[in-house]
């Protein structure tokens, strides 16, 4: 049986791990803490959404067979996301908007998880930079056959920088750039 001083305890313990949770938390251990919110809150929707996060992210776990990357975290994220925007498609092409409204729900739920998407213009001063370098080092202005390298190099300097971005976006961009 819970004492009163547990129950503070308990919610010292909660309100401490939220202030903490931008800082230096990993995705899984944020995850963690907002179940157990979810859960006192009974949000069933977000609490299901969460476990089905939770799952993933602990299956890739054991089959690694050591702790996730941050990296890594953010990939199988991505993954999910991924899933759930096609699964809105066909929901939507499928006249399901119900199951479709559910999907956005869970999207915007797992994107909180997700580092700071890049913008356009953040996006194209990198590729600009990208292809200068490329430039730089082969002695010529790339042109689209260099495609596959532009765009390894673009993905990792988005990387280094923290961010994301959506590949189809960079895809666009980096062509546009190697095509002038």
């Known amino acids: 049986m819970e004492t009163s001083s547990g129950a ?3 919610a010292a313990l909660y309100n401490r791990l939220s202030s903490l949770r931008g800082k230096c938390m990993k995705i899984s251990e944020k995850i963690g803490a907002d179940i157990i919110a979810a859960m006192k809150a009974k949000e069933e929707h977000r609490l299901t959404t969460l476990r089905m996060v939770k799952s993933a992210l ?3 776990e054991i089959d690694k067979r050591e702790p996730l990357t941050d990296a890594e975290e953010t990939q199988i994220l991505a993954t999910l996301l991924k899933q759930r925007r ?3 498609e066909s929901f ?4 399901r908007p119900e199951l479709a409204a559910k999907e956005q729900a869970e999207i915007a739920m797992i994107e909180a998880y997700m580092p700071q998407a890049a913008g356009e213009d953040q996006v194209r001063e990198i590729v600009q930079m990208a292809v200068a370098h490329l430039t730089e080092s082969t002695g010529q202005k790339p042109g689209p056959r260099d495609m596959g390298a532009a765009m390894k190099l673009v993905q990792q300097r988005i990387l280094a920088s923290g961010m994301r971005a959506d590949g189809k976006l960079v895809s666009e ?6 095509s002038k």
């Open 8 to 10: 503070a305890l308990d």
């Open 58 to 60: 602990r299956s890739k």
């Open 86 to 88: 096609e699964s809105v």
């Open 92 to 95: 939507t092409k499928g006249d």
């Open 173 to 178: 961009l980096v062509k546009a750039e190697l």
